[in-house]
């Protein structure tokens, strides 16, 4: 699926199913309460902290999956298509940073 697809296929089911978006703050809180959700699963997974019984189960692509969930509704609202934003991001990371990780000693 290409990301004008997910954006396409997001925006039916909102449409379908969803009656409406949720508004754009809405939309922004929810994000931020999706990425904690994948923080606390990263943090228990390869971080130092162990898992609670609440933790068990929770599966980490659907916890990004979520987060992407949530993202694409945000571009549709605000009429951002996300390739590309992302072709235009690629651009900028890479003639900013074409040789600064290359040079960096601590990636070594």
């Known amino acids: 699926m290409s990301i004008q697809e997910a954006q396409d296929q997001v925006d039916q089911w909102i449409k379908t199913y969803g009656v409406r978006y949720f508004s754009e703050l809405t939309n922004m809180t929810i994000l931020t309460e999706e990425v904690g959700e994948l923080a606390r699963i990263m943090a228990r997974t390869y971080g130092d902290q ?50 600064r990780h290359r040079q960096n000693s601590k990636l070594s």
Do not use: P
Request: proline content about 0%; overall charge negative.
């Open 50 to 99: 162990s898992f609670k019984k609440s933790d068990l189960g929770k599966d980490l692509g659907d916890e990004m999956a979520d987060v992407l969930w949530v993202l694409i509704c945000l571009a549709n609202q605000t009429g951002i298509n996300l390739t590309e934003a992302l072709e235009k991001n690629i651009a900028k990371k890479t003639e900013r940073d074409k040789d």
